[in-house]
């Protein structure tokens, strides 16, 4: 009978895999590096959304302001939310923001935007995507087995339509932490060498005083830097105290400054007081629930239960604190609580099975359902942060056929989630063109590398629906509306992908907590059938 090959071993052996010579591979990445930012610079002149302002004020704040006023300046709104570092981050910006047009660092000059300060802005977000290339870049190195896995991770990551449009267009710095993340994740995986895992500490510690948000995967981190490095080799608390040193060190660096105003700047990163939704739902459970809240109101108001009350105050399309009407408010200490105890199993299972805690692959699925699961039931989740599971999803896209479908399924409907960012009709268009061809180009390199389509005809007709609630959204509703329920469209875009992103978190949950056992099954099929064909073709 036929020998067949266990997919685990080659899951422990990635790095000894054949590869395109180093060269060749940064020659691909600055290709198609310097072909994306040809778009991204065609797309300069484009609508931007208030993120803009947030981020040209931060540049004032910090050139303008004693260190001690960064986080209780007020002149502004749009006042300084994310780690020290990132306000670090924008500090060094701002001394080359100076020789642009020096206007933009006054913190008076609110809603400034000059030519020189757009162009200034957008060309910054395109350069720190250099830290996003050289991620991609290490990511493949450790987990793309073949040239081919590797040009597909290229084209997924460096033309991610998400990315493009949320910081390209609407305005943001995702792509450069998106980076940092990438080349922390491919340095702790390296799990025999000690000094890359050590690398890959500090670069998630720096990450988490870069933007607090991901805290959804920390997690993940610390059960796999735990077992697979604190545990091994009986040397405990000797590389406890080494991590302990790294988390310690930066935290310094970035809190040191502000040891005196540490409640200050909590207060600032934990705002508490804003609503479970945020201003446009995140596509999540959250945006079912309060959907379903919605639609109960307008019936128990028709059937008489209810008087005088504001049915549309959670759709408001503003950021607040508001209370359902019909279903009970969930509260922050409970979204922690359900949030904890779904990544509960998916940790211990990364902790507990052997075949996991030398797994590299095993842990990047384990930072990917806790970025999920964080996005589906944590408090006022931002629309935007589906990213910090779409993208490290493109890693095992290419070289797992079922992490490819989650990853077809998840990017299509978190994408189309995002698109009502881009609120002006005139870029319609331009959403459509850019999930087209995004989704197309994805099929095609699922299709080349899996001999597959790999969605099934159900989840093919829901992908197939996505555009139809774009066009919706921004032409259809307002034909037959007009100016009336303004927020409608935009709650049934967060609804309709919310199914799609629930859909995909829970196969994609199931899937990991059965991998072993659905991986056994079908080698066993595999064998049975290669047994049968070897008795059949003796036979003839």
């Not at 921004?474 to 919310?498: E, M, N, Q, Y």
């Not at 659905?518 to 008795?535: D, G, I, Q, V």
Request: hydrophobic share 45%; proline share 4%; charged share 15%.
């Amino acid at each position: 009978m036929p020998h067949l090959v266990n997919d685990q071993s080659c899951d422990n052996n990635i790095t000894k895999s054949i590869k395109m010579e180093p060269i060749h591979r940064d020659k691909l990445l600055i290709t198609i590096f310097i072909l994306i930012t040809c778009i991204k610079i065609l797309l300069f002149p484009t609508y931007h959304s208030t993120d803009f302002e947030v981020h040209r004020n931060w540049l004032a704040i910090t050139e303008s302001l004693p260190i001690n006023e960064w986080y209780t300046n007020e002149k502004s709104q749009w006042t300084l939310d994310y780690p020290p570092l990132f306000a670090w981050f924008e500090y060094i910006l701002s001394k080359v923001a100076f020789y642009f047009d020096p206007q933009m660092l006054k913190v008076d000059n609110l809603n400034y935007a000059s030519n020189s300060t757009k162009y200034f802005q957008r060309a910054s977000v395109v350069f720190t995507d250099l830290v996003f290339v050289y991620g991609v870049r290490e990511i493949g190195e450790t987990f793309c087995n073949s040239n081919q896995s590797f040009i597909m991770l290229t084209l997924l990551s460096l033309c991610n339509i998400g990315l493009l449009i949320i910081d390209h267009v609407h305005f943001q710095y995702n792509g450069f932490l998106l980076g940092v993340l990438l080349i922390s994740l491919a340095k702790v995986s390296r799990i025999s060498k000690e000094n890359q895992i050590l690398q890959g500490a500090f670069w998630f510690a720096i990450l988490l005083n870069l933007k607090h948000i991901y805290l959804y995967v920390a997690p993940a981190y610390g059960v796999w830097l735990l077992r697979s490095y604190c545990l091994q080799n009986n040397k405990f608390i000797y590389r406890v105290i080494k991590l302990g040193i790294i988390v310690i060190f930066v935290l310094y660096m970035s809190f040191g400054p502000f040891i005196h105003q540490i409640p200050q700047v909590l207060s600032r990163l934990f705002p508490f007081k804003r609503g479970l939704v945020h201003a446009y739902w995140a596509a999540n459970a959250w945006a079912v629930y309060a959907g379903a809240d919605k639609l109960l109101s307008v019936i128990w108001k028709k059937a008489g239960w209810l008087s005088n009350v504001k049915i549309a105050s959670m759709t408001g399309g503003l950021v607040q604190e508001d209370n359902f009407t019909v279903l009970p408010t969930p509260t922050p200490l409970f979204t922690f609580i359900i949030t904890f105890l779904l990544m509960l199993p998916v940790l211990c299972s990364l902790f507990f099975n052997e075949k996991s805690y030398n797994n590299p692959k095993k842990f990047v699925r384990c930072v990917i359902l806790c970025g999920l699961t964080s996005f589906m039931f944590g408090w006022h989740v931002h629309e935007k942060a589906v990213l910090t599971a779409i993208i490290p999803l493109c890693i095992l896209a290419t070289t797992e056929a079922k992490d490819a479908r989650i990853f077809l399924l998840l990017s299509s409907a978190g994408h189309t989630a995002l698109f009502p960012l881009l609120y002006p009709i005139e870029l319609t268009p331009l959403k459509l063109i850019l999930w087209f061809a995004y989704l197309s180009a994805t099929v095609l390199l699922v299709k080349n590398q899996f001999d597959s389509n790999l969605l099934k005809s159900h989840e093919w007709i829901y992908v197939s629906f996505l555009p139809v609630v774009t066009i919706y959204e921004t032409v259809v509703h307002k034909i037959i509306f007009g100016d009336r329920l303004p927020f409608l469209p935009l709650a049934l875009t967060s609804i309709f992908c919310a199914l799609g992103v629930t859909y995909s978190y829970i196969i994609y949950y199931y899937t990991y907590m059965t991998g072993d056992k659905s991986l056994n099954k079908e080698l066993k099929r595999k064998e049975n059938e290669e047994y049968t064909m070897y008795k059949l073709k003796k036979r003839l």
